[in-house]
């Protein structure tokens, strides 16, 4: 088993910014694509930002220019820095990493979401 555990979520005023973390551990044997999806309230989950190991980035347009993805891959980490950030930007944010286990097995694994709420 792999678990996700994001931390950094919170309330920020419109403009302000947040950091959030995610650290993937257990039956790790590498990691190919880690990114950040976000749900609104009434709304399906979208991606917000992606990485690869080899550090290759994809971004929802929404975000372009205002967040930042990187990643740590000897610690199994990825971050997502948010700048000037807006109210159209509250959702519970989720971890998502695609894992290959020590018995060569591929699964997508979720973490169990932080809340980012930015007030107006």
Known sequence: ???????????????GSLRLS???????????????YRQAPGKQRELVA?????GTTNYADSVKGRFTISRDNAKNAVLLQMNSLEPED???YYC??????V?????NYWGQGTQVTVSS
């Open 96 to 101: 998502n990493a695609r894992v290959l286990s």
């Open 103 to 107: 018995q060569w097995r591929t699964q």
């Open 22 to 36: 995610c650290v993937a551990s257990g039956n790790i044997f590498s990691i190919s694509t880690m990114g950040w």
């Open 90 to 92: 509250t959702a519970v």
């Open 1 to 15: 088993q792999v678990q996700l555990v994001e931390s950094g979520g919170g309330l920020v005023q419109a403009g």
């Open 50 to 54: 992606s990485t690869s190991s080899e």
